[in-house]
T-cell receptor, first 111, second 115 residues
């Protein structure tokens, strides 16, 4: 089955700096790659996603890149703010109906 | 409803007891998913429903775990003879169609503690 690895497990950045989280996947059939943000006591919320027919997608301060050849994708957050502090999960969909998630990255933005 | 609703939000149970966790998906969403999130871990897939049928039960960790969905809406996850390793947050998500995972919406979860 699909295996999604996510790094780093924790990340601390100064407010205003950029943060990058990286994921790799194993199943070449994967065609959809969402990123979720989970705040304390809440369920994960979709923040951005990318499909396999594009290499990059941006939404204001957030961007995701995909390298299908290398089977990795990354989340980039620029100009970080304290409210960006949360746990971030990457996921992939290997042609089946359910998503496979990474183990999460706890991002702390230091004011 | 406006979102995915899960109940109870917290459940403490004694080892060996049975528990039922409930998920009420977004109205009209045909696909429903259960995940388990252990402390400091990622989301572990348990089971997926399309309507009332469960095409994929591959993630259920043991035969103590079962789930059903009736009327294409509410789902219950039942854990029999609970063990301490069952302690986790159980998350439910729904989407309009199984072919549209970009529509995944999660509930806030049920935190289960087995003592």
């Amino acid at each position: 089955g699909e295996n999604v690895e996510q790094h780093p497990s924790t990340l601390s950045v100064q407010e205003g700096d950029s943060a990058v989280i990286k994921c790799t996947y194993s199943d070449s059939a994967s065609n959809y790659f969402p990123w979720y943000k989970q705040e304390l006591g809440k369920g994960p919320q979709l923040i951005i996603d990318i499909r396999s027919n594009v290499g990059e997608k941006k939404d204001q301060r957030i961007a995701v890149t995909l390298n299908k050849t290398a089977k990795h994708f990354s989340l980039h957050i620029t100009e970080t703010q304290p409210e960006d502090s949360a746990v971030y999960f990457c996921a992939s969909r290997p042609g089946a109906n359910n998503l496979f998630f990474g183990t999460g990255t706890r991002l702390t933005v230091i004011p | 409803g406006a979102g995915v609703s899960q109940s109870p939000s917290n459940k403490v149970t004694e080892k060996g007891k049975d528990v039922e966790l409930r998920c009420d998906p977004i109205s009209g969403h045909t696909a429903l998913y259960w995940y388990r999130q252990s402390l400091g871990q990622g989301l572990e897939f348990l089971i997926y429903f399309q309507g009332n049928s469960a095409p994929d039960k591959s993630g259920l960790p043991s035969d103590r775990f079962s789930a059903e969905r009736t009327g294409g809406s509410v789902s219950t996850l039942t854990i029999q003879r609970t063990q301490q390793e069952d302690s986790a947050v159980y998350l439910c998500a729904s989407s309009a169609d199984s072919g549209q995972p970009w529509g995944y919406t999660f509930g806030s979860g049920t935190r289960l503690t087995v003592v």
